[in-house]
Structure formats: structure tokens, C-alpha cells
């Protein structure tokens, strides 16, 4: 049954991009009066217009103000339901305790909350930890919670040696690791790279996956903390060790070679084009920990759609990468990696 899901993701959408809290709310309410499963809403109307809600700001059809505007909202909807009677009169958990966070440095929550309250949903006792869990004050919970794992969510590819640590030192406290989020990879692949027990694609499946059966507890003897020799490596700590006096030269040698980027940076109010020089280093970093060019260019090809939505020069992303190379001459990595950026980019 379908529950005319398309119907309410629409509703959603307008009252979220109109800032409308009490319109959206309402939307909800009234989707659960009609006999709209939860978890539904949730995964199928709620979470669709979060994840719309991202790809209409970087087709540059909705203003940074519309994004934060309906984020807002729609966590103002997950917290709603969070609190209706339906969810607050369940029986007491019984499948056991989950941790939910994201990993330090990540702001991106929404992914998280929605799978915390699907546990909830699902006869989980979850602790939900929220954006930005320092790893320290992390493991200091699980240690005084023991919790049956340890779900940790990030969406930015930038936050993967963070993440790292975050997986190693559950683990070295007993707690197995759920990685989730877009930052490990459409399939998983940099969640199993970087030592987590299991991934999940979703909250769905991350719901399924626990209610399987306890995931294993790994030995804190015989594992290394340190993964695969390219983990953090030589390359990894020469680019992030210069990222800031890297991130100012290649900003003076845009000037120079694109003498127009920075006006049409502020005619499209984005801000300036140093912020996206950091992004690109960062991203080049997290390409290098995981020893993945596919990584730097899949997310490159993604700046050069949004930069391109908004007017901004081809050859100001293309002046970048080329930049980047000629102060790199000593990281073949990172060559490799810029290269194969470039020849997405055509």
C-alpha cells in the first residue's frame, strides 16, 4: 500500500520550503491520523524531502536560506513525531541499547536522527548523541553505558580518518561498529577499509541488520589500530600538514589565472572562492587516506555540476586542479589523483 506517499512528500516539501513549521507538522500528524505507518513517514516522506531538499540547493534551484530553512523544519517534524503518543506509548525496549552519533567534525545530524528514531521504532533503548561527538567523550559513554553496538553516521568523505579513529576506539572499548552515511562509500567500501563490524546503506537496513542478531565484538588483541600501510600515510600527512599555506597559494594563483572568479563568486553569493579551494584540498586528503583517486573525482565532478548551476567559470575548477599539481610535484598519489579528477572534467 502505498499510502499516497507522493502526495505528502509534496506537502511536505512546500510547507518545509516555506519555512511553515505548523504546516508541516500538521502534514505529519495528519499522514499518521490517516493510518501512515511511522516508520513510513519517516523513510519514505520525510527522509525524501530532506534528501530533495540537498539536491535542489546544489542544482541552484533553491537559496542556501530555502536549505537551512527547510532542514529546520523537517527536524522540527522528526522531533514531532518523535514525541506523538504512538511512538511515546510503545513497550519498553526490549531488543537491547544502541548508541547513535556522527563522528566528530560531522554536522550533518538528520541521517543519524532518522535512524535513531526507527530504532526507537523498533524496540531499540537508543542514546542519541547528536553532530560532532568529540572520539574521547564518545568512548567515555559506551564505556559507562555498554551498549550492544555503536552506530556511527557520516556524510561528509572528508571526515573518513575521523571516522577511523571513531571505529578503532569503540572497538578497543568492546563496542562493535554500524558505519552508515554517505562518507563510507555507495557500498560500503571505506566502512570495511577502515576496520567498522558492518555498514548499512540506510536506516532501514541498519534497523534489519541489528535486529539480526548482535554484531560480533572484534578482540582488542591482534587488531591494529592503523588498518592498511596507506592509511594516514606519507602523502596523507605532507597534503593536510601544508593544506593552509597550500589552500593561500593556490587561492593568489586563481587571482591570476581566473582574475574574474572572485566577482562572480560574490554575484552568485558564494562566498569566496578560498572556501571552496579548502573543500577541494580536504577532499584531495580524504582520497589520499583511503588511497581512492575514484573518491577525489567523483566528488569534483559534483563541484563542477553545482559551480556550473551557478554561472561560475569551468575554468576556475579546472585552474584549481591544476594549481594544486604544479605544488605537488613530490606526491605521485596526488598527481594521480588530480589527473584523473581533470579527465572527468574533460
Not at 519498553?92 to 563522528?103: I, K, L, Q
Not at 526507537?120 to 547528536?130: K, P, T
Not at 578503532?168 to 562493535?176: V, Y
Not at 604544479?326 to 589527473?339: E, M, S, W
Given at each position: ?331 605521485p598519489h596526488a598527481l594521480a589523483t588530480l ?8
Amino acid at each position: 500500500m502505498r499510502y499516497d506517499v507522493e502526495e505528502r512528500v509534496e506537502t511536505l516539501w512546500a510547507a518545509a520550503t516555506a519555512g511553515d513549521e505548523y504546516a508541516a507538522t500538521d502534514a505529519a500528524l495528519a499522514a499518521l491520523d490517516a493510518g501512515v505507518p511511522m516508520e513510513t513517514l519517516l523513510l519514505d516522506v520525510v527522509s525524501a524531502v530532506q534528501s530533495r531538499v540537498g539536491q535542489e540547493w546544489a542544482a541552484n534551484r533553491i537559496t542556501v536560506t530555502q536549505e537551512h530553512t527547510a532542514t529546520a523544519v523537517n527536524e522540527r517534524v522528526l522531533a514531532t513525531l518523535a514525541h506523538h503518543p504512538s511512538v511515546r506509548g510503545n513497550p519498553e525496549p526490549s531488543r537491547g541499547r544502541v548508541t547513535v552519533a556522527c563522528v566528530h567534525g560531522e554536522w550533518h545530524a538528520f541521517p543519524a536522527r532518522l535512524l535513531a528514531e526507527v530504532l526507537r521504532l523498533r524496540g531499540w533503548h537508543v542514546d542519541y548523541l547528536g553532530t560532532q561527538v568529540p572520539t574521547p567523550h564518545l568512548v567515555a559513554h559506551l564505556h559507562r553505558t555498554n551498549p550492544d553496538a555503536a552506530a556511527l553516521s557520516g556524510s561528509l568523505a572528508t571526515r573518513l580518518p575521523t571516522a577511523h579513529a571513531a571505529i578503532t576506539s569503540c572497538q578497543a572499548a568492546g563496542t562493535p561498529v554500524l558505519a552508515g552515511g554517505a562518507a563510507f562509500g555507495p557500498d560500503g567500501r571505506y566502512a570495511r577499509l577502515l576496520g567498522a563490524d558492518a555498514w548499512a546503506p540506510d536506516a532501514c537496513a541498519a534497523a534489519d541488520l541489528l535486529a539480526g542478531g548482535p554484531l560480533p565484538r572484534r578482540p582488542t588483541s591482534g587488531r591494529s589500530a592503523d588498518g592498511p600501510p596507506h592509511l594516514a600515510g606519507h602523502e596523507y600527512a605532507t597534503l593536510t600538514g601544508a593544506a593552509g599555506d597550500l589552500v593561500g597559494s593556490v587561492v593568489e594563483e586563481l587571482t591570476r589565472r581566473v582574475p574574474e572568479a572572485e566577482a562572480a563568486y560574490a554575484a552568485h553569493q558564494l562566498g569566496q572562492p578560498a572556501e571552496d579551494v579548502a573543500y577541494i584540498v580536504d577532499f584531495l586528503g580524504a582520497a589520499l587516506y583511503v588511497d581512492d583517486p575514484e573518491l577525489f573525482a567523483s566528488f569534483v565532478g559534483w563541484m563542477a555540476e553545482m559551480l556550473a548551476a551557478r554561472g561560475i567559470p569551468a575554468r576556475v575548477l579546472l585552474s584549481v586542479l591544476d594549481a594544486l599539481a604544479d605544488r605537488l610535484p613530490a606526491l605521485p598519489h596526488a598527481l594521480a589523483t588530480l589527473a584523473r579528477a581533470r579527465a572527468v572534467l574533460g
